[in-house]
């Protein structure tokens, strides 16, 4: 651990020390320690989560609480589908009062390419459409965020704001056709009923869209149950949107209006580099124009190890379990592999099929350490079109978005 390179900047030979120093403090022997990428530091264990008691979520990781945000440590997320007690929570604005009757909800569908604007309530949307049960993978499009240096601004998430619960309501192809599209629509967007935490009722706290095509897909859904349950207030009852594999922000909670627009939507967090991405690579820490910046769309591959917890002990020469998830934006994961030597070598894990498109997929591996000490292991998911995770962080954005680098665990074996 003590070797450096020849003749190195102080700069680098400051970060380079930095990291040396962090894995000598773990006061264990690294077996693999001489395959540890420049720079890396060790993972840490999950810090200790706060209160959440009054929406039932005593055991997520407080972020914000202006507008509330918080994230599920990873261990949390073992379940095949995510209960609503452990979805992670994004907010831009203020929660709004619960409705007093939820069938009664109002949502005016409206639009400079809606052929027939009318108002419908949940209750209606119940009575006259299909109705469909689905899985769907909701993640933040800041999950990951923490891990960008220079830092980016916005809730420093690490892992935990992604979810995929069991959501069941009408598909918005469905309504759409009701009402109507001329042939101008370009794009379908919300609004919702939180409020700016300037507390002007002119603002909108955030109100975002996605292009017709995403919009007519038949995982799209205008949705009021979650996990057989009517949706929580916290996560938009009594209806809200659900796009899969698309950024979170996407799926507007607590919806109350719905656009049909001859134009890319231009409500708020929509422009600028709100959930965007630099059109072309930029350097760590550059000043980036808002004309070059690109909507996210589909997110990228990603996967996440939920047992064992991050710091558990092994026994040396025992063989234990590793298990997850895995999903791939509009996409689906076609392999999943393990490793514990920081990405020298790689063993295959076993991969499931989605419950639906636009699920997420779980994997298990068994592993066996038979020398003592400290060791990573890291999961990378690779998707049908070949494109995988990479192992350390990719490219720099301001925001920090769309982290998709292999996920990391720390296991003492003893």
Request: contains cysteine; aromatic residues 8%; proline residues 4%.
């Given at each position: 651990m003590s070797d450096r390179p020849k003749n190195p900047g102080r700069r680098s030979w400051l970060r380079a020390a930095g990291a040396a120093a962090a894995w000598r403090s773990l006061g264990l022997a690294v077996p693999h320690w001489r395959l540890i990428p420049a720079g890396l530091l060790p993972v840490v264990a999950q810090a200790g989560t706060d209160e959440l008691e009054r929406y039932g979520k005593s055991e997520l990781r407080l972020l914000n609480d202006r507008p509330l945000n918080a994230e599920t440590p990873a261990h949390l997320l073992d379940d095949a589908v995510t209960p609503a007690a452990r979805h992670f929570v994004r907010n831009n604005g203020y929660v709004?009062?619960?409705?007093?009757?939820?069938?009664?909800?109002?949502?005016?569908?409206?639009?400079?390419?809606?052929?027939?604007?009318?108002?419908?309530?949940?209750?209606?949307?119940?009575?006259?459409?299909?109705?469909?049960?689905?899985?769907?993978?909701?993640?933040?499009?800041?999950?990951?965020?923490?891990?960008?240096?220079?830092?980016?601004?916005?809730?420093?998430?690490?892992?935990?704001?992604?979810?995929?619960?069991?959501?069941?309501?009408?598909?918005?192809?469905?309504?759409?056709?009701?009402?109507?599209?001329?042939?101008?629509?370009?794009?379908?967007?919300?609004?919702?009923?939180?409020r700016h935490l300037s507390g002007a009722s002119d603002k909108d706290p955030i109100s975002r869209g996605v292009p017709v095509a995403k919009a007519l897909e038949p995982e799209s859904l205008l949705a009021f149950e979650m996990n057989g349950a009517p949706i929580p207030l916290l996560h938009g009852a009594p209806a809200r949107l659900v796009f899969g594999g698309w950024p979170a922000s996407t799926s507007g909670k607590w919806v109350n209006e719905l656009l049909i627009r001859d134009r890319v939507h231009d409500g708020a967090k929509m422009g600028g580099k709100a959930y965007r991405m630099p059109c072309e690579p930029m350097a760590p820490g550059a000043k980036a124009k808002d004309d070059a910046m690109c909507i996210i769309e589909s997110m990228p591959v990603k996967s996440l190890i939920t047992f064992p917890e991050s710091g558990s002990t092994v026994q040396a020469g025992n063989r234990f379990e590793v298990r997850g998830h895995a999903w791939a934006g509009d996409d689906r994961v076609k392999k999943m592999h393990i490793s514990t030597d920081f990405g020298a070598t790689w063993q295959r894990a076993r991969l499931s099929r989605p419950a639906n498109r636009l699920a997420w997929q779980h994997f298990r591996a068994e592993l066996t350490l038979d020398t003592r000490g400290y060791y990573e292991v890291w999961a990378r998911a690779t998707d049908a079109q070949g494109v995988m995770q990479p192992m350390l962080v990719p490219g720099w954005n301001p925001k920090g978005y769309l982290n998709n680098a292999c996920h990391r665990i720390a296991v003492q074996v003893t």
């Open positions: 709004p009062a619960a409705a007093t009757d939820a069938n009664a909800w109002s949502i005016q569908v409206h639009g400079e390419a809606c052929a027939a604007p009318r108002s419908v309530t949940v209750g209606e949307l119940k009575r006259r459409f299909r109705q469909v049960t689905l899985q769907l993978q909701l993640e933040c499009g800041g999950n990951g965020r923490a891990e960008f240096r220079p830092r980016a601004s916005g809730n420093p998430w690490t892992t935990g704001a992604i979810g995929c619960a069991q959501w069941r309501g009408i598909r918005v192809a469905d309504l759409l056709d009701d009402v109507g599209m001329t042939d101008a629509a370009v794009y379908v967007a919300y609004r919702g009923a939180d």
